[in-house]
């Protein structure tokens, strides 16, 4: 009997950091069902990696946040009968402004896709992992899993959700052959910056930047060593490392200067070309 061909699910699949865990998937032989929101070049990032790695390649554009988004996606997997064994929650959004000053739909718009969507893509999509004896699910948090960040009050709280919910289900499914783990990456140099807002630290952020390709392969190496938490990049986990040393005060102190300082900054600046070349986190 021919085994089914097996998939790894990636959301979040057109740019960044999505879109290099997928091409690391490829590169890896791994068929691939990327998803991501309708005109965001998905197609061809698909028909790109389909060519270049010799693997199958399906692309479904869709905007998880809608109200059964992740219910179709499993029927159209499970109409298509694909097999999934890894699943890879990267979709996520943010923003980097005052609480006060940003409308209560966009926080519910992060909460929903950093948070919701992660829970129902890893419930519902659970039965599918389970049909095989090993399965992996990464879910991408963030650098700010691990700190109350002002000025991305509610962006940090969602990933620091991600972080918790993450290593809980990493003791909870091993036991069924499934494994968990949480990307947590730092300041990410990605091709383009789409908003002024995910601007991390403006001009000191590359010096904790990595490329969103050495981002992927450590995450997907970290993946299947079965690692509950991932966090690439030596002075990142040196930066964390020291976090839970300082007072909380202090702490507090320190992470709203630098935000505040950072946020006045993306403030006065006017975009050009070099935004480009800047940080963004996810």
Known sequence: MIEAKRYSLVTGASTGIGKAIAEECAKRKQNLILVSLPESGLHEVGKTLQQHYEVDVRTVELNLIQPHAVNELYDWCCRQELAIDVLINNAGMGNYSPFSSTEPETYLNIVRLNAEVVVLMTNIFLPKLR?????????????????????KSVYSASKSFVLTFSKALHSELDQYGVHVSCLCPGPTLTETVK?????????????????????????????????????????????????????????????????????EKEEKRPLNKTDEQKASVH
């Open 131 to 151: 049909e095989h004896r090993e399965s992996y699910v990464l879910n991408v948090g963030s650098f700010v899993s691990f700190l109350p960040i002002p000025y």
């Open 195 to 263: 908003k002024r807002n995910q601007l991390l630290l403006s001009q000191n952020s590359d010096l904790l930047s990595l490329s969103p390709e050495v981002v992927a392969k450590v995450a997907i190496d970290g993946l299947f060593k079965r690692k509950r938490v991932i966090i690439p990049g030596w002075k990142n986990k040196f930066i964390l490392s020291l976090i839970p040393l300082l007072p909380f005060r202090l702490k507090s102190y320190i992470l709203k200067a630098i935000f505040k300082n950072g946020f």
